[in-house]
Protein backbone atom coordinates (compact mmCIF):
# COMPACT_ATOMS: atom_id res chain seq x y z
CA UNK A 1 0.00 0.00 0.00
CA UNK A 2 1.07 3.44 0.08
CA UNK A 3 3.66 5.13 2.30
CA UNK A 4 3.34 7.59 4.51
CA UNK A 5 6.47 10.28 3.97
CA UNK A 6 6.99 13.26 5.21
CA UNK A 7 8.16 16.71 3.96
CA UNK A 8 11.81 17.71 5.01
CA UNK A 9 10.47 21.26 6.23
CA UNK A 10 7.04 21.11 8.41
CA UNK A 11 6.83 17.25 8.43
CA UNK A 12 3.95 17.25 6.65
CA UNK A 13 2.34 13.49 5.67
CA UNK A 14 2.57 12.75 1.89
CA UNK A 15 1.12 9.42 1.19
CA UNK A 16 3.44 7.85 -1.87
CA UNK A 17 2.57 4.73 -3.97
CA UNK A 18 0.19 2.43 -5.27
CA UNK A 19 -3.16 1.76 -3.68
CA UNK A 20 -3.23 5.65 -4.00
CA UNK A 21 -6.42 7.03 -5.36
CA UNK A 22 -4.75 10.48 -6.95
CA UNK A 23 -2.29 10.22 -10.02
CA UNK A 24 1.52 10.90 -8.22
CA UNK A 25 4.31 11.92 -10.12
CA UNK A 26 7.59 11.05 -9.16
CA UNK A 27 11.08 12.47 -10.42
CA UNK A 28 13.83 9.80 -9.94
CA UNK A 29 17.62 10.29 -10.48
CA UNK A 30 20.08 7.39 -11.46
CA UNK A 31 23.67 7.55 -11.76
CA UNK A 32 25.03 4.33 -10.14
CA UNK A 33 27.66 3.98 -13.34
CA UNK A 34 28.45 5.83 -16.46
CA UNK A 35 24.86 7.02 -17.28
CA UNK A 36 23.48 10.08 -16.12
CA UNK A 37 19.44 9.48 -16.42
CA UNK A 38 16.19 11.63 -15.03
CA UNK A 39 13.13 10.28 -15.55
CA UNK A 40 9.09 11.55 -14.69
CA UNK A 41 6.82 8.58 -14.05
CA UNK A 42 2.88 8.66 -13.39
CA UNK A 43 2.04 6.17 -10.73
CA UNK A 44 5.05 4.30 -11.09
CA UNK A 45 3.52 2.38 -14.81
CA UNK A 46 3.53 5.41 -17.48
CA UNK A 47 6.73 7.11 -18.43
CA UNK A 48 6.49 10.61 -19.29
CA UNK A 49 9.75 11.64 -19.53
CA UNK A 50 13.30 9.43 -19.68
CA UNK A 51 16.58 11.20 -20.70
CA UNK A 52 19.59 9.22 -20.75
CA UNK A 53 23.17 10.79 -20.92
CA UNK A 54 25.55 8.01 -21.89
CA UNK A 55 29.32 7.65 -21.48
CA UNK A 56 30.23 4.91 -23.56
CA UNK A 57 32.00 7.14 -26.05
CA UNK A 58 34.04 8.63 -23.26
CA UNK A 59 34.80 4.85 -21.71
CA UNK A 60 35.87 3.13 -24.74
CA UNK A 61 39.22 4.21 -25.66
CA UNK A 62 40.26 2.96 -21.79
CA UNK A 63 38.59 -0.36 -22.00
CA UNK A 64 35.83 0.17 -19.44
CA UNK A 65 34.47 2.64 -17.05
CA UNK A 66 37.00 4.62 -14.84
CA UNK A 67 35.16 5.71 -11.75
CA UNK A 68 36.35 8.96 -11.54
CA UNK A 69 36.08 9.81 -15.13
CA UNK A 70 32.56 8.48 -14.52
CA UNK A 71 31.80 11.05 -11.63
CA UNK A 72 33.33 13.82 -13.22
CA UNK A 73 31.22 13.47 -15.98
CA UNK A 74 27.92 12.85 -14.50
CA UNK A 75 28.45 16.91 -12.91
CA UNK A 76 29.03 17.95 -15.93
CA UNK A 77 25.57 16.35 -17.15
CA UNK A 78 23.29 15.88 -14.01
CA UNK A 79 21.35 19.97 -14.57
CA UNK A 80 20.92 19.65 -17.78
CA UNK A 81 19.40 16.19 -18.03
CA UNK A 82 16.99 17.13 -15.09
CA UNK A 83 15.83 20.36 -17.00
CA UNK A 84 15.48 18.00 -19.98
CA UNK A 85 13.01 15.21 -18.02
CA UNK A 86 11.44 18.35 -16.50
CA UNK A 87 11.31 19.63 -20.17
CA UNK A 88 9.82 16.61 -21.82
CA UNK A 89 7.08 15.53 -19.04
CA UNK A 90 6.10 19.56 -19.49
CA UNK A 91 5.57 19.66 -16.01
CA UNK A 92 6.76 22.34 -13.14
CA UNK A 93 9.17 20.88 -10.40
CA UNK A 94 6.46 21.94 -8.11
CA UNK A 95 3.73 19.56 -9.36
CA UNK A 96 6.37 16.71 -8.51
CA UNK A 97 4.98 14.58 -5.69
CA UNK A 98 8.38 12.93 -4.34
CA UNK A 99 12.38 13.16 -5.60
CA UNK A 100 13.99 10.01 -5.50
CA UNK A 101 17.60 8.67 -6.68
CA UNK A 102 19.10 5.58 -6.43
CA UNK A 103 21.37 4.83 -3.42
CA UNK A 104 23.54 2.18 -4.29
CA UNK A 105 25.14 -0.43 -5.14
CA UNK A 106 27.28 1.11 -7.42
CA UNK A 107 29.88 3.64 -7.76
CA UNK A 108 30.23 6.16 -4.67
CA UNK A 109 31.40 8.93 -6.56
CA UNK A 110 28.66 8.38 -9.52
CA UNK A 111 26.23 7.73 -6.79
CA UNK A 112 26.84 10.72 -4.87
CA UNK A 113 26.24 13.23 -7.30
CA UNK A 114 22.66 11.90 -8.08
CA UNK A 115 21.97 11.53 -4.27
CA UNK A 116 22.73 14.80 -3.98
CA UNK A 117 20.71 16.22 -6.59
CA UNK A 118 18.01 14.68 -5.70
CA UNK A 119 18.20 15.93 -1.80
CA UNK A 120 18.47 19.70 -2.97
CA UNK A 121 15.35 19.31 -5.14
CA UNK A 122 13.75 17.48 -1.55
CA UNK A 123 14.72 20.31 0.38
CA UNK A 124 14.01 23.44 -2.59
CA UNK A 125 10.17 22.25 -3.07
CA UNK A 126 9.54 20.82 -0.15
CA UNK A 127 8.42 17.03 -0.92
CA UNK A 128 9.76 14.07 0.07
CA UNK A 129 12.83 12.28 -0.87
CA UNK A 130 12.79 8.07 -1.41
CA UNK A 131 16.02 6.70 -1.85
CA UNK A 132 16.51 3.30 -4.22
CA UNK A 133 17.86 0.32 -4.49
CA UNK A 134 19.68 -0.90 -7.91
CA UNK A 135 18.48 -3.77 -7.89
CA UNK A 136 14.73 -3.74 -6.91
CA UNK A 137 14.50 -0.76 -9.71
CA UNK A 138 15.67 -3.19 -12.24
CA UNK A 139 12.98 -5.35 -11.23
CA UNK A 140 10.18 -2.61 -10.90
CA UNK A 141 11.30 -1.59 -14.68
CA UNK A 142 9.03 -4.69 -15.56
CA UNK A 143 6.21 -2.52 -14.58
CA UNK A 144 7.23 0.33 -16.81
CA UNK A 145 4.37 0.79 -19.71
CA UNK A 146 3.34 -3.08 -18.87
CA UNK A 147 0.30 -4.78 -16.68
CA UNK A 148 2.59 -7.22 -14.89
CA UNK A 149 1.52 -7.94 -10.92
CA UNK A 150 2.88 -9.99 -8.73
CA UNK A 151 3.64 -12.87 -7.93
CA UNK A 152 6.38 -13.76 -10.27
CA UNK A 153 9.96 -15.20 -10.47
CA UNK A 154 12.38 -12.58 -11.72
CA UNK A 155 16.00 -13.52 -13.06
CA UNK A 156 18.22 -10.23 -12.59
CA UNK A 157 20.89 -10.61 -14.90
CA UNK A 158 23.28 -7.29 -14.97
CA UNK A 159 26.95 -6.29 -15.01
CA UNK A 160 27.32 -7.29 -11.09
CA UNK A 161 24.61 -9.05 -9.85
CA UNK A 162 23.17 -12.68 -11.00
CA UNK A 163 20.05 -13.75 -9.17
CA UNK A 164 16.72 -15.24 -8.93
CA UNK A 165 14.16 -13.27 -7.42
CA UNK A 166 10.67 -14.20 -5.67
CA UNK A 167 8.03 -11.39 -6.27
CA UNK A 168 4.83 -12.25 -3.60
CA UNK A 169 3.76 -8.21 -3.69
CA UNK A 170 4.81 -4.99 -4.83
CA UNK A 171 6.78 -4.50 -1.98
CA UNK A 172 8.60 -7.42 -0.75
CA UNK A 173 11.19 -8.93 -3.15
CA UNK A 174 13.12 -12.02 -1.79
CA UNK A 175 16.05 -13.56 -3.40
CA UNK A 176 15.86 -17.05 -3.75
CA UNK A 177 19.59 -17.49 -5.19
CA UNK A 178 22.47 -15.43 -6.79
CA UNK A 179 26.01 -15.74 -8.32
CA UNK A 180 28.68 -17.26 -5.75
CA UNK A 181 31.41 -15.73 -7.93
CA UNK A 182 31.12 -13.98 -11.42
CA UNK A 183 28.09 -11.94 -12.66
CA UNK A 184 26.52 -12.91 -15.51
CA UNK A 185 27.48 -9.78 -17.34
CA UNK A 186 30.81 -9.52 -15.63
CA UNK A 187 31.55 -13.22 -17.11
CA UNK A 188 30.72 -11.46 -21.02
CA UNK A 189 32.86 -8.78 -20.96
CA UNK A 190 35.33 -10.96 -19.29
CA UNK A 191 34.98 -13.55 -22.05
CA UNK A 192 34.74 -10.40 -24.61
CA UNK A 193 38.50 -9.44 -23.69
CA UNK A 194 39.86 -12.77 -23.80
CA UNK A 195 38.80 -13.04 -27.37
CA UNK A 196 39.53 -9.13 -28.74
CA UNK A 197 35.67 -7.80 -28.34
CA UNK A 198 36.12 -3.86 -27.66
CA UNK A 199 33.89 -2.46 -25.17
CA UNK A 200 31.73 -2.92 -24.28
CA UNK A 201 32.35 -6.13 -24.50
CA UNK A 202 28.77 -7.70 -23.40
CA UNK A 203 26.85 -6.03 -26.09
CA UNK A 204 29.27 -6.31 -28.57
CA UNK A 205 29.57 -10.24 -28.02
CA UNK A 206 25.80 -10.66 -28.39
CA UNK A 207 26.05 -9.51 -31.79
CA UNK A 208 28.82 -11.97 -32.10
CA UNK A 209 27.40 -15.00 -31.31
CA UNK A 210 24.64 -15.68 -34.27
CA UNK A 211 27.00 -15.57 -36.32
CA UNK A 212 29.04 -18.77 -34.64
CA UNK A 213 28.41 -22.28 -34.45
CA UNK A 214 26.64 -22.44 -30.83
CA UNK A 215 27.55 -26.38 -30.78
CA UNK A 216 31.35 -26.07 -31.25
CA UNK A 217 32.48 -25.75 -28.12
CA UNK A 218 30.70 -27.76 -25.19
CA UNK A 219 31.59 -25.91 -22.23
CA UNK A 220 30.80 -26.80 -19.02
CA UNK A 221 27.98 -25.73 -16.97
CA UNK A 222 28.62 -25.07 -12.98
CA UNK A 223 26.77 -27.43 -10.83
CA UNK A 224 25.46 -25.19 -7.94
CA UNK A 225 23.18 -26.35 -5.04
CA UNK A 226 19.74 -24.26 -5.17
CA UNK A 227 18.98 -21.83 -6.85
CA UNK A 228 23.00 -20.73 -7.16
CA UNK A 229 25.36 -19.83 -10.05
CA UNK A 230 28.97 -20.10 -10.87
CA UNK A 231 30.41 -18.06 -13.66
CA UNK A 232 33.95 -18.82 -13.22
CA UNK A 233 34.53 -22.17 -14.31
CA UNK A 234 32.87 -21.34 -17.63
CA UNK A 235 35.53 -18.16 -18.31
CA UNK A 236 38.13 -20.34 -16.93
CA UNK A 237 37.57 -23.06 -19.50
CA UNK A 238 37.27 -20.20 -22.53
CA UNK A 239 40.48 -18.68 -21.80
CA UNK A 240 41.58 -22.51 -22.24
CA UNK A 241 39.95 -23.09 -25.39
CA UNK A 242 41.03 -20.04 -26.69
CA UNK A 243 44.75 -20.76 -25.34
CA UNK A 244 44.64 -23.92 -27.93
CA UNK A 245 44.42 -21.86 -31.06
CA UNK A 246 46.95 -19.43 -32.83
CA UNK A 247 46.02 -15.66 -31.61
CA UNK A 248 45.43 -14.85 -35.52
CA UNK A 249 43.06 -18.14 -36.12
CA UNK A 250 41.00 -18.02 -32.97
CA UNK A 251 37.51 -18.86 -33.71
CA UNK A 252 35.43 -16.01 -32.09
CA UNK A 253 32.21 -15.94 -33.63
CA UNK A 254 31.83 -20.24 -32.44
CA UNK A 255 33.28 -19.64 -29.41
CA UNK A 256 31.02 -16.25 -28.64
CA UNK A 257 27.94 -18.38 -29.37
CA UNK A 258 28.89 -21.63 -27.59
CA UNK A 259 29.67 -19.18 -24.81
CA UNK A 260 26.18 -17.20 -24.47
CA UNK A 261 24.50 -20.72 -25.45
CA UNK A 262 26.05 -22.14 -21.85
CA UNK A 263 25.34 -19.32 -20.17
CA UNK A 264 21.64 -19.14 -21.52
CA UNK A 265 20.97 -22.20 -20.94
CA UNK A 266 21.97 -22.26 -16.98
CA UNK A 267 20.07 -19.15 -16.57
CA UNK A 268 16.57 -21.02 -17.62
CA UNK A 269 17.26 -24.34 -16.07
CA UNK A 270 17.59 -22.35 -12.58
CA UNK A 271 15.07 -19.55 -12.88
CA UNK A 272 12.94 -22.57 -14.58
CA UNK A 273 13.10 -24.78 -11.48
CA UNK A 274 12.07 -21.85 -9.43
CA UNK A 275 8.88 -20.96 -11.07
CA UNK A 276 8.05 -24.64 -10.46
CA UNK A 277 9.02 -25.08 -7.02
CA UNK A 278 7.23 -21.88 -6.43
CA UNK A 279 4.03 -22.81 -8.22
CA UNK A 280 4.17 -19.25 -9.99
CA UNK A 281 4.00 -19.36 -13.77
CA UNK A 282 4.97 -15.72 -14.35
CA UNK A 283 8.16 -14.80 -15.22
CA UNK A 284 10.25 -12.00 -15.67
CA UNK A 285 13.77 -11.19 -16.66
CA UNK A 286 15.80 -7.98 -15.67
CA UNK A 287 18.35 -5.77 -15.61
CA UNK A 288 21.58 -4.69 -18.38
CA UNK A 289 21.76 -8.34 -19.14
CA UNK A 290 18.26 -9.08 -20.54
CA UNK A 291 18.47 -7.12 -23.22
CA UNK A 292 20.86 -10.08 -24.56
CA UNK A 293 19.13 -11.82 -27.63
CA UNK A 294 19.94 -15.27 -27.09
CA UNK A 295 19.14 -14.91 -23.09
CA UNK A 296 16.20 -12.98 -24.02
CA UNK A 297 14.85 -15.65 -26.59
CA UNK A 298 15.53 -18.48 -24.37
CA UNK A 299 13.30 -16.92 -21.18
CA UNK A 300 10.15 -16.30 -24.00
CA UNK A 301 10.34 -19.53 -25.31
CA UNK A 302 8.95 -20.35 -21.85
CA UNK A 303 5.66 -18.90 -23.42
CA UNK A 304 5.39 -22.48 -25.23
CA UNK A 305 5.03 -23.83 -21.86
CA UNK A 306 2.26 -22.10 -20.54
CA UNK A 307 4.11 -19.30 -18.45
CA UNK A 308 3.31 -15.55 -18.84
CA UNK A 309 7.02 -13.84 -19.45
CA UNK A 310 7.65 -10.18 -18.68
CA UNK A 311 10.61 -7.74 -19.70
CA UNK A 312 11.19 -4.60 -20.02
CA UNK A 313 11.79 -2.60 -23.42
CA UNK A 314 15.51 -2.51 -23.99
CA UNK A 315 15.83 0.85 -23.21
CA UNK A 316 14.57 -0.07 -19.98
CA UNK A 317 16.58 -2.80 -19.06
CA UNK A 318 20.38 -0.88 -18.97
CA UNK A 319 20.49 1.42 -16.35
CA UNK A 320 17.95 4.50 -16.07
CA UNK A 321 15.92 6.28 -14.01
CA UNK A 322 12.26 5.82 -14.86
CA UNK A 323 12.77 1.79 -13.00
CA UNK A 324 14.35 4.16 -10.26
CA UNK A 325 10.81 6.04 -10.06
CA UNK A 326 8.76 2.68 -10.65
CA UNK A 327 10.73 1.64 -7.47
CA UNK A 328 9.50 4.52 -5.59
CA UNK A 329 6.47 4.14 -6.02
CA UNK A 330 5.96 0.84 -5.47
CA UNK A 331 8.82 -0.50 -2.80
CA UNK A 332 8.37 -0.43 0.76
CA UNK A 333 11.86 -1.18 1.78
CA UNK A 334 12.91 2.25 0.76
CA UNK A 335 15.21 5.08 2.33
CA UNK A 336 13.53 8.50 3.12
CA UNK A 337 15.92 9.96 5.60
CA UNK A 338 17.76 12.78 3.89
CA UNK A 339 20.89 11.95 6.25
CA UNK A 340 21.15 8.70 3.71
CA UNK A 341 23.98 7.73 2.66
CA UNK A 342 25.41 6.07 -0.73
CA UNK A 343 27.04 2.54 -0.88
CA UNK A 344 28.83 0.50 -2.74
CA UNK A 345 27.85 -3.01 -2.75
CA UNK A 346 25.28 -5.18 -0.90
Known amino acids: MSKQLKTPFNNQIKKIGY ?3 NDQFILAIETSCDETAASVVKNGRKVISNIVASQIPTHQKYGGVVPEVAAREHLESI ?3 IEAAFKEAAILPEKIDAFSATVGPGLVGCLLVGLNAAKTLSLVYNKPFIGINHLNAHVCANYLDTDLEPPFICLLVSGGHTQIIKITSYGDQEILGETIDDAVGEAYDKVARLIGIPYPGGPNLDKLAPTGDKKRF ?3 KARVDGYNFSFSGLKTAVLRTIQTFNKDNI ?3 DIAASFQETVGSTLLK ?6 EDNNIKTIAIAGGVAANSEIRKKIFDLQNNGYKVYAPAMKYCTDNAAMVASAAYFMSNVM ?3 EVEVFSRI
Open 336 to 338: TDL
Open 19 to 21: GNN
Open 79 to 81: NMV
Open 270 to 275: KTLQAA
Open 218 to 220: QFP
Open 251 to 253: PKA
